[in-house]
């Protein structure tokens, strides 16, 4: 089976663009989870969608948004990017909501903002 | 609200030497509780859970933790520290309510040293 996939791996953007960032989840998943994960915050939970609704919210500003579509894939979107939002974005799938059992990471996309 | 903390932002052992990681939740009612493993340039992995059943949750790579509801602690341990166990650890913490919501300590960097 197919594990979570994140695309693209790598970006590199200025300050004041935005960015989408698109994440698969692993078949018959229908939650998707979105973390921020940088040296000095370590992991922040920004997001997790379950079956296309926005089922819980960490504490990011409103320029992080995300969705979720009827096949389970994710995106989530970084508008104004700034200097601080360089961090490598990690995408986790689950059966279930993340909360209640194993969540299955995919291996990042590393956002670097110049 | 649960929380979790993580005693130890980083943790150096000998090969061969036991491994504790240590990790304190807070919540009103016994959570759902979770460690993960994050090797270098990887996603997270799942190491272990507890959900209710056993107190003493035993998970892959020969590590386990116990459940102390009286001392709001799931520690980490492993007998015997292998060099391919140097990586970073989260614990993480969800409530029993509706929306299962995955919190994430601030993780424990394991250095083994040969």
């Known amino acids: 089976k197919a594990g979570v996939t994140q695309t693209p791996r790598y970006l590199i953007k200025t300050r004041g663009q935005q960015v989408t960032l698109s994440c698969s989840p692993i078949?018959?998943?229908?939650?998707v989870s979105w973390y921020q994960q940088t040296p000095g915050q370590g992991l922040q939970f920004l997001f997790e969608?379950?079956?296309?609704?926005?089922?819980n919210k960490g504490n990011f500003p409103g320029r992080f948004s995300g969705r979720q579509f009827s096949n389970s894939r994710s995106e989530m979107n970084v508008s104004t990017l700034e200097l601080g939002d360089s961090a490598l974005y990690l995408c986790?799938?689950?059966?279930?909501?993340?909360?209640?059992?194993?969540?299955?990471f995919g291996p990042g996309t590393r956002l670097t903002v110049l | 609200a649960q929380s979790v903390t993580q005693l130890g932002s980083h943790v150096s052992v000998s090969e061969g030497a036991l491994v504790l990681l240590r990790c304190n939740y807070s919540?009103?009612?016994?959570?759902?509780l979770f460690w993960y493993v994050q090797y270098p340039n990887q996603g997270l992995q799942l190491l272990l859970k507890?959900?209710?059943?056993?107190?003493l949750v035993k998970g892959i790579n020969g590590f386990e933790a116990e459940f102390k509801k009286s001392e709001t602690s799931f520690h980490l341990t492993k007998p015997s520290a292998h060099m391919s166990d140097a990586a970073e650890y989260f614990c993480?913490?969800?409530?029993?309510?509706?929306?299962?919501?995955?919190?994430f300590g601030s993780g424990t960097r394991l250095l083994v040293r040969p």
């Open positions: 986790a799938s689950s059966l279930a909501l993340a909360g209640r059992g194993e969540q299955f």
């Open positions: 078949s018959g998943h229908r939650s």
């Open positions: 969608y379950f079956s296309e609704t926005q089922r």
């Open positions: 919540s009103s009612v016994p959570p759902y």
């Open positions: 507890y959900t209710s059943a056993a107190t």
């Open positions: 993480a913490v969800s409530g029993r309510d509706s929306s299962y919501k995955l919190i």
